[in-house]
């Protein structure tokens, strides 16, 4: 019982703060108040809630402007990167963890961002770029040094301010700031720098890891992720390694967050183990026994992936068939679930298939890409309809920082023989993928997956990844298989049955009679590239215009190839001389010359009546 006295006493100890964090209330310790999270529940590893909106005051006569404010940073010296960093806060951090639990982007670097230059001038460089890809029809494409000046400016000065920082306790800074580097990179498609900013991470976080708990908590996961990239980017022996820093065996999964923690490490383990085996199923070591521990180690990824199975089953239960949770799960959750799915299924068999050397040993597993396929049009079908059009409409976000389910459903689309599965898989590919997800991107696995396709049953698939005649009822023989691909890192342009068209030419490897290796190389047409994207053919053209255009030049001349648009033409033909062959050329039949090139015109007022075969 409450007394009158007591309840009046002055509180001892630190003055109560009613404008704290959740956290720190919920903790009853004194709250800095820093915003967005505040430092005390980060420097303890903690996640901050946030803080609570005051209570709605009466409704003054004059009415409050509905428009927010931009935020005020600290440090930021100019409108432009106040603006670069407002761009990360509202549009950038959310999305740039994909599936993932976006609070490193969101929280973490934003905190650091207001006391550490490196972190700001960072995140100013990665908004830049960010926004650049978003306005980008082609988000694929490399971005033109001109349009980077700004990005490499703050880059640079980033790189400038990391140098003074050569102390073992700002260690987790340098760790946050080579993830923004790699972030960096990745929007410039750079991949060895990419590659050679996570070996440095990694060693970084193998010294220190352990003295930080937060850095445990929001850097591990996210570094033990990004390993798997030198393992496909770079050199075989470059593969950085985390062992020792395998996370222990829950007793179950409170939330999938927990379920991928596990799967990433499981993932990661997977990976070690196959290069361990490279010596074994292709080098030197090939006819040698597989030592005893090699073996063990496979057999304990095998039983960490049965616990893992189970302890997630457990959590589906619990979720799916509870009304409550079931009705508070939104999309992000939905695709991490059916991303944990696909993820487990892959590790299992990448595991036991790896020290097989024969192509067709992926045909056992047939019952495991039909559960992937099964799983995937679930959540394809679960998903919100906003979502669904956003994956494949220009309001998508063309990035994202985590490697999302591209490569894994390239690699199934390309080692699943067993037909309405795969072109079930190649189907589902670009509506849960981004167009850029880290390294990847979604257009060239798209196409040459969809042509590896065509190649093993001998079909055509449409635009929509459709068979033009009828299936194929049966697998398709050991002779047609493709056991490898390889491809440029760049895209080319090239004229494609009259069209102008980016590609890759893709290596294809297939197994000959003699039981060698033959090596095909094909152009793999990826795009038709927008008028932007023109590179002229270097032909000239005799062109003029006709009497129509009373401002066009009288005398025809040569002209050297320019870049045209045909929109800008008010003339209604034009006579064009190629090569000593004369045609009169209607505006609205502008497709080709001679029957061996495409062309577009261009008509602007400095070359004003000029056209250019391109």
Not at 246 to 275: G, S, V, W
Request: charged share 25%; aromatic share 8%; with cysteine.
């Amino acid at each position: 019982l409450e007394t009158p006295h007591l309840a009046g006493m002055a509180r001892k100890g630190s003055r109560k703060v009613r404008t704290g964090c959740i956290t720190c209330k919920i903790r009853k310790v004194k709250c800095d108040e820093t915003k967005p999270s505040c430092t005390r529940c980060l420097s303890t590893g903690r996640k901050c809630d946030g803080y609570q909106q005051p209570p709605p005051r009466a409704k003054a006569v004059l009415e409050v402007p509905t428009s927010q404010p931009h935020r005020v940073f600290y440090g930021v010296t100019s409108q432009t990167e106040g603006r670069a960093l407002q761009y990360f806060c509202e549009t950038v951090g959310p999305f740039l963890s994909g599936t993932v639990d976006p609070y490193f982007w969101t929280h973490i670097v934003m905190q650091f961002s207001t006391f550490e230059p490196s972190v700001r001038h960072s995140l100013v460089a990665i908004s830049n770029l960010y926004e650049q890809m978003e306005g980008s029809p082609q988000p694929q494409r490399r971005l033109h040094l001109q349009d980077q000046s700004f990005a490499l400016q703050h880059y640079n000065a980033a790189i400038n301010e990391l140098k003074a920082i050569q102390t073992r306790d700002k260690q987790p800074i340098v760790l946050i700031v080579c993830v923004l580097f790699i972030c960096i990179e990745f929007l410039q498609s750079n991949r060895e720098a990419a590659v050679r900013h996570c070996k440095h991470g990694v060693a970084i976080l193998r010294s220190v890891c352990r003295d930080f708990s937060w850095m445990e908590e929001h850097l591990l996961p996210l570094f033990r992720r990004l390993v798997e990239l030198s393992f496909f980017f770079g050199e075989k022996s470059d593969c950085s390694d985390l062992e020792g820093l395998e996370r222990p065996i829950p007793e179950y999964f409170p939330t999938y967050h927990d379920a991928q923690l596990m799967i990433d490490d499981i993932y990661n383990r997977n990976f070690q183990f196959i290069k361990r085996l490279d010596p074994y199923r292709s080098g030197l070591a090939r006819d040698s026994p597989v030592p005893g521990h090699v073996l063990d180690s496979q057999s304990h990824i095998n039983h960490l992936l049965d616990v893992w199975h189970d302890l997630f089953s457990s959590l589906n239960s619990r979720v799916l068939y509870d009304p409550v949770a079931k009705d508070a799960e939104d999309d992000r959750q939905k695709l991490l679930r059916g991303f944990l799915i696909t993820r487990y299924e892959c590790c299992r068999i990448w595991l036991n298939l790896a020290l097989c050397g024969d192509e067709c040993g992926f045909d056992q597993y047939v019952d495991n890409f039909k559960r992937v396929a099964k799983a995937l049009k679930d959540t394809a079908d679960e998903i919100s309809p906003d979502t669904r059009l956003r994956h494949l409409s220009s309001l998508s976000p063309k990035f994202s920082f985590e490697t999302g389910f591209l490569p894994m459903l390239f690699s199934i689309v390309c080692t699943c023989r067993h037909f309405e599965t795969r072109l079930q898989i190649l189907q589902l590919m670009p509506l849960l993928s981004l167009p850029r997800e880290s390294l990847w991107e979604m257009d060239s696995l798209v196409a040459v997956a969809r042509r590896m396709v065509e190649i093993e049953h001998a079909i055509v698939l449409d635009a929509y990844l459709r068979p033009t005649t009828l299936p194929p009822t049966s697998w398709p023989p050991r002779s047609t298989r493709v056991i490898d691909v390889s491809m440029d890192a760049e895209n080319e342009q090239r004229w494609v049955r009259g069209e102008r068209v980016t590609g890759k030419v893709v290596g294809f490897h297939q197994r000959n009679p003699d039981g060698g290796v033959d090596l095909f190389t094909e152009f793999v047409v990826i795009r038709s590239s927008p008028p932007e994207e023109v590179v002229p053919v270097k032909r000239r053209a005799l062109i003029k215009n006709d009497n129509s255009n009373p401002k066009a030049p009288q005398e025809p001349r040569w002209i050297e190839p320019a870049l045209i648009d045909p929109r800008l033409i008010e003339a209604d033909q034009f006579l064009v001389e190629l090569e000593s062959q004369r045609t009169e050329m209607p505006k609205s039949r502008m497709k080709s010359v001679a029957g061996a090139y495409s062309w577009d015109v261009n008509f602007s007022k400095s070359t004003q009546g000029e056209i250019c075969l391109v």
